[in-house]
């Protein structure tokens, strides 16, 4: 029969009607039963299982609590490690730059007084030479001189 209403072209009713409202107190109903017969007793039985499996549960969590305390304690140990680390570094870097400041100070001064003894050195070499100059000088004069006074 169904077939021959499908069969005869006829048009599905899509307009609610009246058995709407048994259609939805069915399914009220068929919820209210399954929760007293079924869903009831099976949330009470995972809650005993769960509140059985406590010991375990709390055991768990103690485990999970020191991993954390052992994690913190660990990034706290590797920052202080770092820390010191890095503290180390400046002061070996701070020592490298003083003994390199100590050094050119004393290039310097070296330098200085290199520089010094140069220059004095320069000087009585300078004036030896004016000396020798200026004698070379008055005996060329006193040459020429001659000459002239010869002629």
Do not use: C
């Not at 068929?30 to 406590?54: A, C, D, H, Q, Y």
């Not at 490298?96 to 310097?108: C, G, P, T, V, W």
Request: aromatic share 4%.
């Amino acid at each position: 029969m169904v077939f021959l209403a499908f069969a005869e072209g006829s048009a599905v009713q899509l307009v609610p009607d009246g058995t709407i409202v048994i259609h939805i107190a069915l399914i009220l109903l068929m919820i209210w039963v399954l929760n007293r017969t079924f869903f009831r007793p099976i949330n009470r039985v995972i809650t005993s299982r769960e509140r059985s499996k406590g010991g375990r549960s709390s055991e768990a969590e103690e485990t999970l609590r020191l991993a954390e305390e052992k994690r913190l304690s660990y990034e706290t140990a590797m920052r202080e490690a770092r820390s010191e680390g890095y503290k180390m570094i400046e002061s070996k870097r701070a020592a490298a730059i003083a003994e390199r400041e100590s050094r050119i100070e004393a290039l310097k001064d070296e330098t200085a007084q290199t520089l010094a003894r140069e220059k004095s050195a320069l000087d009585s070499q300078t004036e030896e030479a004016r000396r020798a100059l200026a004698a070379e000088a008055q005996k060329m004069a006193e040459k020429i001189s001659s000459n002239i006074l010869r002629a």
